[in-house]
């Protein structure tokens, strides 16, 4: 079945530490690709997209994620996490099939301890 | 970015009977709203897609004449859980996009809603 896989459901680190939260899909053909966050108590907001170009793709607040074809991932970076960051991530795909539907992982909830 | 509202925030209803959400974008107009529900501990699973003018394509497993939708304009759509049950309490979230959902959708905080 064609799918949205996160690897980590929860992850904890403490600040400053890096983190990497893996992100794969199973769709073939051209997608466009998202994180998503979601602070607690407010609703989902775009972290960072890729379409098409360069692989790697800078969003707000400092992460980053990497688009590897060969390997159908898109992972989430940040060289250092911040208390803030505390929140659930969500990696999408979104295709065209006679229209656009996308797919949402299940999800990363990441504590940042202070 | 753009704004998304939702209305109610909360409800609490009594089995069988019916609720309606509302989903509005506030600054921009949104060719096409998502409806998607998410459980919880779990991620969001998409109900269904409206476009402006057209009926609502609902994605398999889900029922249209228990989730009626309603996109009548570029700033509101509607989602009406008919007859409602306990296992339709969930968290009900709108998206809106004026790309067809290609770009970057604009999220609704989501509506909680309880059948009692």
Partial sequence: AQSVSQHNHHVILSEAASLELGCNYSYGGTVNLFWYVQYPGQHLQLLLKYFSGDPLVKGIKGFEAEFIKSKFSFNLRKPSVQWSDTAEYFCAVTRGTGGFKTIFGAGTRLFVKA | ?116
């Avoid at chain 2, 402006?52 to 989730?67: L, M």
């Avoid at chain 2, 996109?71 to 998206?95: G, K, N």
């Fill in chain 2, 1 to 116: 970015g753009a704004v998304v509202s939702q209305h109610p925030s909360r409800v609490i209803c009594k089995s069988g009977t019916s609720v309606k959400i509302e989903c509005r974008s506030l600054d921009f107009q949104a060719t096409t709203m998502f409806w998607y529900r998410q459980f919880p501990k779990q991620s969001l699973m998409l109900m269904a897609t409206s476009n402006e003018g057209s009926k609502a394509t609902y994605e398999q497993g889900v029922e249209k004449d228990k989730f009626l939708i309603n996109h009548a304009s570029l700033t509101l759509s509607t989602l009406t859980v008919t007859s409602a049950h306990p296992e339709d309490s969930s968290f009900y979230i709108c998206s809106a996009s004026d790309s067809g959902g290609a770009y970057e959708q604009f999220f609704g905080p989501g509506t909680r809603l309880t059948v009692l």
